[in-house]
């Protein structure tokens, strides 16, 4: 071989070489990072309407740029979870104030050893500033390190606009986030290189769609658009990744679903909320193994905190058998998905007062959730002693649905066990069938699921059995466990 190329071949290995140190180096500090626990449920001192957002945002920029795993605990946390805590993590609490469009924030920190020890918080107060230069503050000066790019094209570049997008941000519910969806495009327009502008838009597309029928056009389509803008412009951004993830798990496409939340896992590997979508995207596939193996990471994560999953039940612990880890990890927010699970439980358990007390109380909320607030009333009506009713109700409830623009074989296979449940054993199948067609694969509830026992009599019941097999088993083919964790 000529000297010449020779050297070249050496060249080329050693920048081979230089290239996977390097990435091994940035996998190791990003693990290096401490964990940051909030102390504060939304920014204090900024108004109600937009204190959530402007946590949000700062959440997201610990994400982005540090990769850090985020945790908010939904109550404060007890003095047994603070023992627990590793003594380099972070206890974090954040205000702020405004006046027009300035911000100024105070962050105080301080490792759960320091704290333990009595040793003082330390702390960073921004002046009043324009938004963007308070964040780029935080990034320079503030508790975590700066490991990875992307953080720069976050957020909206006009001051008045980053407000605008702290509301936004600040909605929780499906049917306010569907009156806030001219403006959340507007910002996209006006600001088209914040990150976060996109994901806020995607995700009031998303949310829109669980409330309103279909009309013309395709949110949907809307809806990715936005999430792949946003990860365009920070490749790997966590909270687009996850509700991406979600909503093409929602729409039957779980292989799209487990691909983008790999890419975006393999940038920040330390957040558990990516792991939360990986479950949602295994379990709806059937790879409950694969699907466990990603709870557990979240878990691991989140020790000595069990969060919830601020959209959705984590049905990786129902489908398993795990029904009292299932109950624990439901949400306290009174919001009809996680009351509906609670009564779901109870009725499973044939405890059908307890049950008929909760699905009623989940049936009088009618401001988020729409979908489970249904589901709870035709339990209601049924536990009542009105069948008729509830299978009336039902019967709406079905069709409603099959004018919106997000299957979501899950939630339809919810809608198969209550046919079950009322003793119509074949309309159960039929719905079964067409829950598998949108995606939702998990033979093992099916096959377990206590409320769905009529429909299992069905002779039916064989040949949608083995198309689950078949779907499974090409699944498991193509995502084994260990692309969970």
Not at 33 to 57: K, N, S, Y
Not at 321 to 341: A, C, H, K, M, T
Not at 425 to 435: L, M, N, T
Request: glycine residues 8%.
């Amino acid at each position: 071989m000529p000297k010449l190329w020779r050297g070249l071949l050496g060249l080329a290995v050693l920048a081979g070489l230089g290239a996977l140190a390097w990435r091994g180096w940035k996998a190791y500090r990003v693990r290096q990072v401490p964990r940051v626990v909030f102390l504060t449920p939304a920014v204090e001192g900024i108004d109600p309407a937009r204190a959530l957002g402007v946590e949000r945002l700062v959440i997201d920029q610990m994400e982005v740029a540090s990769a850090a795993t985020v945790l908010v605990p939904e109550q404060a946390p007890t003095e047994a979870e603070l023992r627990a805590l590793h003594p380099s993590d972070l206890l974090l609490r954040v205000s702020g104030r405004r006046m027009g469009d300035a911000l100024a924030l105070r962050l105080e920190w301080i490792t759960r050893e320091d704290q333990s020890e009595g040793r003082a918080w330390r702390s960073l107060e921004t002046p009043l500033e324009p938004p963007g230069a308070v964040f780029r503050d935080l990034a320079v000066h503030g508790p975590l390190p700066r490991l990875l790019p992307g953080a720069e094209r976050l957020l909206p570049d006009d001051p008045a606009r980053f407000w605008t997008l702290a509301a936004a941000e600040s909605v929780q519910d499906d049917v306010p986030a569907e009156a806030d969806l001219a403006s959340s495009r507007s910002l996209t327009v006006d600001e088209p290189r914040s990150a976060a502008a996109w994901v806020n838009l995607g995700e009031h597309i998303y949310r829109d769609l669980w409330t309103s029928p279909a009309d013309e056009g395709m949110p949907q389509s809307e809806a990715l658009a936005a999430f792949d803008h946003a990860l365009d412009l920070i490749p790997g951004y966590p909270r687009a990744a996850l509700l991406k993830g979600m909503l093409l798990t929602d729409l039957g496409n779980q292989r799209s679903a487990l691909r983008t939340l790999v890419a975006a896992r393999a940038l920040r590997p330390e957040i558990p909320d990516l792991y939360g979508g990986l479950a949602y995207a295994g379990r709806t596939s059937g790879l409950l193994e694969g699907a466990s193996v990603a709870v557990a990471a979240r878990e691991r994560l989140s020790a000595p905190f069990r969060l919830s999953m601020a959209w959705f039940a984590e049905n990786t612990y129902l489908y398993s058998g795990r029904w009292e880890e299932f109950r624990n990890s439901l949400s306290p927010r009174p919001d009809p998905v996680f009351i509906f699970y609670r009564a779901y439980l109870e009725l499973a358990a044939g405890r059908k007062p307890e049950a008929l007390a909760l699905f009623q109380q989940g049936a009088d909320i009618h401001s988020t959730s729409v979908p489970f607030g249904e589901l709870c009333a035709v339990y209601a009506a049924a536990l009542s002693g009105d069948a008729d009713g509830a299978l009336a109700r039902l019967k709406r409830f079905e069709a409603a649905r099959g004018r919106l623009r997000i299957p979501d074989g899950e939630l339809t296979f919810k809608v198969a066990e209550a046919y079950a449940f009322l003793g119509r054993g074949e309309d159960a199948i039929a719905v079964a069938g067409r829950a598998f067609a949108q995606g939702f694969g998990c033979l093992a509830w099916y096959e377990r699921s206590p409320l769905f026992a009529a429909a299992r009599k069905s002779p039916r019941w064989p040949t949608l059995r083995e198309h689950l097999q078949e779907r499974r088993e090409l699944m498991e083919e193509a995502f084994p466990p260990g692309t969970f964790g």
